[in-house]
Protein backbone atom coordinates (compact mmCIF):
# COMPACT_ATOMS: atom_id res chain seq x y z
CA UNK A 1 0.00 0.00 0.00
CA UNK A 2 1.03 3.46 -1.10
CA UNK A 3 -0.26 6.68 0.28
CA UNK A 4 0.26 9.96 -2.17
CA UNK A 5 0.30 13.48 -1.10
CA UNK A 6 -0.49 16.47 -3.34
CA UNK A 7 0.77 19.78 -3.35
CA UNK A 8 2.20 22.78 -4.98
CA UNK A 9 -1.06 24.08 -6.38
CA UNK A 10 -2.41 27.25 -6.01
CA UNK A 11 -3.71 30.46 -8.51
CA UNK A 12 -1.73 32.05 -10.90
CA UNK A 13 -1.90 34.40 -14.11
CA UNK A 14 -1.99 32.68 -17.55
CA UNK A 15 1.74 32.42 -18.47
CA UNK A 16 3.14 31.62 -15.06
CA UNK A 17 4.34 28.86 -13.84
CA UNK A 18 3.62 25.78 -10.96
CA UNK A 19 5.84 22.52 -9.76
CA UNK A 20 3.42 20.23 -8.48
CA UNK A 21 4.67 17.80 -5.59
CA UNK A 22 3.38 14.10 -5.14
CA UNK A 23 5.26 13.08 -1.72
CA UNK A 24 4.73 9.02 -1.14
CA UNK A 25 4.77 7.42 2.45
CA UNK A 26 4.22 3.57 2.94
CA UNK A 27 5.99 2.16 -0.09
CA UNK A 28 9.05 3.75 -2.09
CA UNK A 29 7.70 4.89 -5.17
CA UNK A 30 10.76 2.99 -6.99
CA UNK A 31 8.26 0.77 -7.92
CA UNK A 32 5.97 2.21 -9.86
CA UNK A 33 5.59 3.71 -12.67
CA UNK A 34 3.45 7.36 -12.16
CA UNK A 35 1.12 9.41 -13.51
CA UNK A 36 -0.58 12.67 -13.58
CA UNK A 37 -4.31 13.52 -14.57
CA UNK A 38 -6.53 16.03 -13.95
CA UNK A 39 -10.19 17.02 -13.62
CA UNK A 40 -11.84 20.08 -14.13
CA UNK A 41 -15.46 20.75 -13.17
CA UNK A 42 -18.05 19.28 -15.26
CA UNK A 43 -15.36 17.30 -17.60
CA UNK A 44 -14.27 13.75 -17.15
CA UNK A 45 -10.39 12.83 -15.89
CA UNK A 46 -7.69 13.47 -18.44
CA UNK A 47 -4.14 12.11 -18.79
CA UNK A 48 -1.81 14.82 -18.44
CA UNK A 49 2.18 13.27 -17.87
CA UNK A 50 3.39 9.82 -16.83
CA UNK A 51 6.89 8.62 -16.05
CA UNK A 52 8.23 5.10 -15.78
CA UNK A 53 9.94 3.25 -12.76
CA UNK A 54 13.18 4.18 -13.58
CA UNK A 55 12.16 7.58 -15.10
CA UNK A 56 13.58 6.60 -18.93
CA UNK A 57 10.58 7.11 -20.54
CA UNK A 58 7.92 9.80 -20.07
CA UNK A 59 4.96 10.41 -22.07
CA UNK A 60 2.63 13.79 -22.45
CA UNK A 61 -0.75 14.85 -23.42
CA UNK A 62 -0.81 16.54 -26.52
CA UNK A 63 -1.62 19.79 -24.63
CA UNK A 64 0.94 19.12 -21.97
CA UNK A 65 3.65 18.58 -24.32
CA UNK A 66 6.35 21.72 -24.69
CA UNK A 67 4.90 23.39 -21.39
CA UNK A 68 5.11 20.70 -18.78
CA UNK A 69 7.71 18.37 -17.50
CA UNK A 70 7.39 15.05 -15.36
CA UNK A 71 10.48 14.24 -12.80
CA UNK A 72 10.94 11.74 -10.34
CA UNK A 73 13.39 12.04 -7.34
CA UNK A 74 13.79 8.58 -5.19
CA UNK A 75 15.71 10.12 -2.94
CA UNK A 76 12.86 12.16 -1.79
CA UNK A 77 10.03 9.52 -2.92
CA UNK A 78 8.35 11.97 -4.74
CA UNK A 79 7.32 12.87 -8.21
CA UNK A 80 6.96 16.13 -9.86
CA UNK A 81 4.95 17.93 -12.62
CA UNK A 82 7.03 21.15 -13.20
CA UNK A 83 4.19 23.37 -15.27
CA UNK A 84 5.39 26.50 -17.25
CA UNK A 85 2.91 28.89 -20.01
CA UNK A 86 -0.01 28.18 -18.10
CA UNK A 87 -3.39 28.10 -19.68
CA UNK A 88 -6.97 29.03 -18.01
CA UNK A 89 -7.55 25.92 -19.24
CA UNK A 90 -5.29 24.07 -17.56
CA UNK A 91 -7.40 25.00 -14.65
CA UNK A 92 -8.71 21.59 -13.01
CA UNK A 93 -7.38 19.54 -9.60
CA UNK A 94 -4.73 17.31 -10.57
CA UNK A 95 -4.12 14.08 -9.12
CA UNK A 96 -1.20 11.69 -9.10
CA UNK A 97 -1.09 8.30 -9.27
CA UNK A 98 1.22 4.94 -8.46
CA UNK A 99 1.03 1.93 -10.71
CA UNK A 100 2.78 -1.23 -10.47
CA UNK A 101 3.65 -1.98 -13.65
CA UNK A 102 5.04 -4.97 -15.47
CA UNK A 103 8.12 -3.38 -17.12
CA UNK A 104 10.45 -0.74 -15.58
CA UNK A 105 10.36 1.35 -18.72
CA UNK A 106 6.80 1.06 -18.92
CA UNK A 107 3.80 4.01 -18.87
CA UNK A 108 0.64 4.44 -19.39
CA UNK A 109 -2.42 7.25 -20.35
CA UNK A 110 -5.36 4.81 -18.41
CA UNK A 111 -6.41 5.88 -15.42
CA UNK A 112 -7.80 2.22 -15.13
CA UNK A 113 -4.11 0.91 -15.12
CA UNK A 114 -3.73 2.85 -11.92
CA UNK A 115 -3.60 1.35 -8.14
CA UNK A 116 -3.19 4.45 -5.95
CA UNK A 117 -4.42 7.81 -6.24
CA UNK A 118 -4.02 11.29 -4.53
CA UNK A 119 -6.34 13.20 -2.98
CA UNK A 120 -5.74 16.04 -5.10
CA UNK A 121 -4.31 19.60 -5.39
CA UNK A 122 -6.79 22.75 -7.22
CA UNK A 123 -4.71 24.62 -9.94
CA UNK A 124 -6.63 27.70 -11.27
CA UNK A 125 -5.29 29.63 -13.88
CA UNK A 126 -6.86 33.24 -14.56
CA UNK A 127 -6.53 36.15 -18.01
Known amino acids: QVQLVESGGGSVQAGGSLRLSCAAS????????MGWFRQAPGKEREFVAAISRIGINTDYQDSARGRFTISRDSAKNTVFLQMNSLKPEDTAVYHCAARNPGQRLSTSAKSYDYDYWGQGTQVTVST
Open 26 to 33: GRTLSSYS
